[in-house]
């Protein structure tokens, strides 16, 4: 199986706020270019996907055969 790129994704169009401290909002405006903006929300989008996928783990899917 061939695996999917980030250009394969669906539109972006839904949006999630966080919370940072200022003095981090302050960093990220004034030291990261766009290339690795792009590469932080590659970054965040990948570790939110993590995250739905492990909440949906179930180890006894993997150790009994029922």
Request: hydrophobic share 40%.
């Amino acid at each position: 199986m061939a695996r999917m790129s980030y250009n394969d994704i669906d539109k972006l169009d839904a949006a999630i706020t966080i919370r940072i401290p200022q003095v981090l909002k302050d960093a990220f405006d004034k030291e990261l270019s766009p290339v690795a903006r792009k590469d932080l929300s590659k970054d965040i989008m990948t570790l939110i996907a993590k995250a739905v996928h492990e909440s949906r783990f179930n180890p006894l899917d993997y150790l009994r055969s029922d």
